[in-house]
């Protein structure tokens, strides 16, 4: 798969006027270390930080690394990371507000953006295995 048509793919999915998804996955990186930073110093506070920081900044290692795939079955396998990596970062921020460390109004657009890039990599997932089909 040559770059050009990744980027199609990649582009495809995005509203006029969005940022480009490698942009966008970085911003995540950097609100999930601003989230980790200002955690509460206790044990559970900190263990559930230590999880959503590993998992919400590699989405957009894991989204550089399917950028630079040698074929189309290793761009979905990265993009396929990118959405397991999403969807453990949703449930460690759901954990964090449920258990009250963090007030779920801090939250909000944090959870927003997670399930934001969920369905766009989603839609990336599923474009790319119909346009092999």
């Excluded at 495809?12 to 996955?25: A, F, I, K, Y």
């Excluded at 970085?26 to 200002?38: D, G, H, M, N, P």
Aim: glycine share 4%.
């Amino acid at each position: 798969m040559n770059y050009e048509m990744k980027e199609n793919e990649a582009l495809m999915v995005m509203e006029d006027g969005e940022r480009d998804l490698r942009e966008r996955t970085k911003a995540f990186a950097l609100r999930i270390i601003k989230l980790f930073v200002s955690l509460p110093k206790r044990t559970e506070a900190q263990v559930l930080g230590k999880q959503v920081l590993r998992s919400g900044t590699s989405v957009g290692a894991n989204y550089r690394e399917a950028w630079r795939s040698r074929s189309r079955a290793e761009f979905v396998s990265k993009i396929g990371d990118c959405l397991k990596e999403l969807d453990e970062t949703a449930y460690w921020i759901e954990l964090l507000v449920e258990s009250q460390i963090i007030a779920p109004t801090r939250l909000a657009v944090l959870q927003d953006e997670c399930n934001q890039l969920l369905a766009i990599f989603t839609h990336i997932v599923k474009k790319t295995k119909a346009n092999n089909s």
